[in-house]
């Protein structure tokens, strides 16, 4: 930088550039604050109790009330918590609630801090694959990308998979309620086949994704909500998993993550059946 002259440089663009990027060091802090306390429960404490202060909530959560009075604080200073001046009380608002504390709620967001907490734990292997030109295979990330993945989207197809985005395409409600055959290929833990599989119990669904850990969690996910006897789970590569006459292939939020998206989609062109989605 010695080379660049003091002169050549506009101070509206840096100070929009630097409020750009103190904000983005800000979010990275704030991210810390927010698993903290969805990890801790300060948020599902806080969610429809009214007013607190830092000594109630502290007993309430069972923790020390000196850093939850800090993580408090730095809660309203996000704008993630109200304050009340004259009671010197805190409170978590309808709203807030939504987002922060209703693990059930299509926009529950403090899991998806998991993800860019694993993105961290990887930076060396980052840095090796700009090196060499090499991937990170998906099952060598820390383990929090699979567990944030899996957590953030759940709600999301919870909330709209079945009642939006399959009927949204053509004749794939009418074959899934009379009994179709199902692939969903990068699956993870499991939770859109599971939603799949219960709302349409006559079709069978089969599972597949290269990380055994996430097959485990899928399994698990099938047995709780009593659809293991519909579908099967297996470890498969996305252009190298068995079977054919899919009436339905489905990628959800992965195709994009994938070493080579295009010889997945030439292997789901094979193995869908004929007029399958």
């Keep these: 930088m010695g080379h660049v002259q003091i002169s050549t440089i506009d101070s509206a663009k840096l100070d929009t550039l630097l409020s750009r990027v103190v904000g983005d060091l800000s979010a990275g802090y704030g991210g810390v604050m927010v698993s903290l306390g969805n990890r801790l429960g300060l948020y599902k404490t806080m969610a429809e109790a009214g007013p607190l202060t830092s000594h109630e909530l502290a007993r309430r959560a069972g923790c020390a009330e000196r850093y939850v009075r800090e993580w408090l604080n730095s809660q309203v200073a996000g704008g993630y918590v109200a304050y009340h001046a004259i009671s010197g009380t805190y409170e978590l608002t309808p709203e807030q609630a939504l987002v922060l504390a209703d693990e059930d709620s299509p926009v529950f967001i403090p899991n998806a801090w998991a993800v860019p907490a694993s993105m961290w734990a990887d930076e060396d292997k980052a840095v090796e694959a700009f090196r060499t030109g090499n991937g990170v295979p998906w099952g060598d990330h820390d383990g929090r990308l699979y567990c944030g993945v899996a957590a953030f989207y759940r709600n999301a197809y919870k909330a709209s998979l079945v009642a939006e985005w399959l009927p949204a395409l053509d004749g794939v409600v009418e074959k899934l309620k009379t009994g179709a055959f199902v ?91 004929p007029y399958g989605t």
């Excluded at 195709?255 to 997945?264: F, I, K, R, S, T």
């Design 183 to 273: 692939a969903d290929v990068g699956c993870g833990h499991g939770h859109s086949t599971a939603l799949m599989a219960k709302a349409f119990p006559a079709s069978r669904f089969c599972g597949f994704d290269t990380h055994q850990g996430s097959l485990i969690e899928a399994r698990k996910v099938a047995t709780m909500t009593g659809i293991s006897e519909q579908a099967t789970f297996a470890a498969a590569p996305a252009d190298n998993y068995p079977g054919s006459g899919y009436d339905l292939i489905c990628f959800f939020d992965c195709l994009h993550d994938m070493g080579d998206p295009v010889a997945a989609a030439a292997h789901a062109a094979k193995a869908i059946a």
